[in-house]
């Protein structure tokens, strides 16, 4: 079955190739950004059922005898620490294609104001959203998607919850494999393909104010969730 998916590979080789072209060339060798016929009813249904999807996780505590770069085992974890979901961002191809930004879908721990008040860090609600999200779709675009599915199902196999529905994995940087490059980071790629790039943030300091619960800190954290999707994860699928 044909998914429709563009040909990210040509277009990052074409835009390393225009810069060489020879100036008494006529034939303009750049990838246009990808446009589906949406005139056909099955474009439009895969359209629907494929979701741009990325997600936030919190830190881990530990006990560590020093900084720097060292390995640290699973009995030097404070009790009870585990990396849980902080936010979540989506949205279909058929939204963001027809609504841009306003085609993106969010949703935070902080959202949910009891169970954020007892614990900040219970990321059932995320949960659940997503798990509908992942239910619905037949196609799942992220970059380095194997982080991103990896900690969403193994949340669900923690919690005890079946999984979802199968559905099909396009990773926009699995798909660069075998092409050299600066950088294949999701920021990088969008600044040099499209001129757009990832929200800022302060650093891990973002990180460690969610672990405390500072509802302002997640505000934060769903805002640079959502600079993931439309902006740079689906322009430069597209």
Not at 27 to 52: K, L
Not at 184 to 202: A, F, M, N, P, R
């Amino acid at each position: 079955q044909v998914l429709y998916i563009p040909r990210l590979i040509l277009k990052l080789a074409s835009r390393s190739l225009s810069n060489v072209r020879e100036s008494n060339m006529t034939t303009n060798i750049e990838m246009p950004e990808f446009i589906p016929n949406t005139d056909r009813n099955h474009v439009d249904s895969v359209m629907r059922r494929t979701t741009f999807i990325d997600i936030e996780t919190s830190l881990v505590e530990a006990y560590t005898f020093r900084t720097g770069q060292q390995f640290i085992g699973i009995d030097q974890l404070k009790e009870d620490s585990q990396t849980k979901l902080l936010t979540a961002a989506w949205g279909t191809w058929h939204d963001l294609y027809y609504y841009g930004e306003n085609g993106v879908e969010s949703v935070s721990n902080h959202h949910r104001k009891g169970a954020f008040k007892k614990d900040p860090l219970d990321d059932t609600y995320v949960l659940r959203k997503l798990w509908d999200v992942l239910d619905q779709s037949d196609v799942i675009v992220a970059h380095n998607a194997a982080f991103d599915r990896g900690w969403i199902e193994g949340r669900f196999m923690d919690l005890g919850w079946k999984q979802p529905s199968k559905y099909y994995v396009y990773c926009t940087f699995r798909t660069l494999h075998g092409l050299n490059g600066v950088s294949k980071k999701l920021d990088y790629l969008s600044q040099k393909l499209i001129g757009t790039e990832k929200v800022k943030h302060e650093g891990v300091g973002l990180w460690i104010r969610c672990s405390q619960g500072d509802v302002s800190a997640f505000e934060e954290m769903e805002e640079y969730n959502i600079g993931d999707i439309y902006n740079t994860l689906y322009k430069v699928y597209m």
